[in-house]
């Protein structure tokens, strides 16, 4: 199964309200997450992301907690707005023989919708 | 700077025919990785470089080959194409300042097989 996934495929919000999309991760030596948007018919595009060794990071208008004795990860989106409309996907850091960072490993996605 | 490109965007093969998908990316990043994206699902590694002349598999190579001879490109060929093929093949780059690295991605080639 997938190392890295999301527990609802699809979200449905009021424009202004609140959001938060879940993931759940299975690998415990996992150390960097990220989130990441994809509007239809284009490339993933970086959102934020977190390290293991902290639990919430914020950015602008977003922000990422990380819960690493349940292994889950959340996104919050503040005041969702219609342009936030979009598949959201998280991703943990994969590592390679050399130990090196060596690709990403996506769960599913949640495709968010924005409801006027 | 318009980071990470991708050629086509769109192509229709038959079953056996051959074809290469454009990766460029001028940032200067030596890492670089190409992922399929199946309808509904999340993306998943196929081939990653961590540099000119060095390339890896990731978890779904079969049917495809890559190359690096330059830090700006990084081509992956399907020579003999299959229907499992049908998918949405996305460039991403990195740089190499250590583990925790932000990828980027292209915009995505559509393919479909016949």
């Known amino acids: 199964g997938e190392s890295v996934g999301l527990h609802l495929p699809t979200l449905s919000v009021q424009e202004g309200d609140n959001s938060i999309i879940n993931c759940a991760y299975s690998?415990?030596?996992?150390?960097?997450f990220i989130w990441y948007k994809q509007e239809s018919g284009k490339g993933p595009q970086f959102i934020i992301d977190i390290r293991s060794n902290m639990d919430k990071r914020q950015g602008q208008r977003v922000t990422v907690l990380l819960n690493k004795t349940v292994k889950h990860l959340s996104l919050q989106i503040a005041a969702t707005q219609p342009g936030d409309s979009a598949v959201y996907f998280c991703?943990?850091?994969?590592?390679?023989?050399?130990?090196?960072?060596?690709?990403?490993?996506f769960g599913k996605g949640t495709h968010l919708i924005i409801q006027p | 700077n318009a980071g990470v490109t991708q050629t086509p965007k769109f192509r229709i093969l038959k079953i056996g025919q051959s074809m290469t998908l454009q990766c460029t990316q001028d940032m200067n990043h030596n890492y670089m990785y190409w992922y399929r994206q199946d309808p509904g699902m999340g993306l998943k590694l196929i081939y990653y470089s961590v540099g000119a002349g060095i390339t890896d598999k990731g978890e779904v190579p079969n049917g495809y080959n890559v190359s690096r001879s330059t830090t700006e490109d990084f081509p992956l060929r399907l020579e003999l194409a299959a229907p499992s093929q049908t998918s949405v093949y996305f460039c991403?780059?990195?740089?190499?300042?250590?583990?925790?690295?932000?990828?980027?991605f292209g915009p995505g080639t559509r393919l479909l097989v016949l």
């Open positions: 991703a943990e850091n994969g590592y390679g023989a050399g130990g090196g960072a060596v690709g990403l490993t």
């Open positions: 991403a780059s990195s740089s190499a300042s250590g583990t925790y690295e932000t990828q980027y």
């Open positions: 690998n415990s030596a996992s150390d960097y």
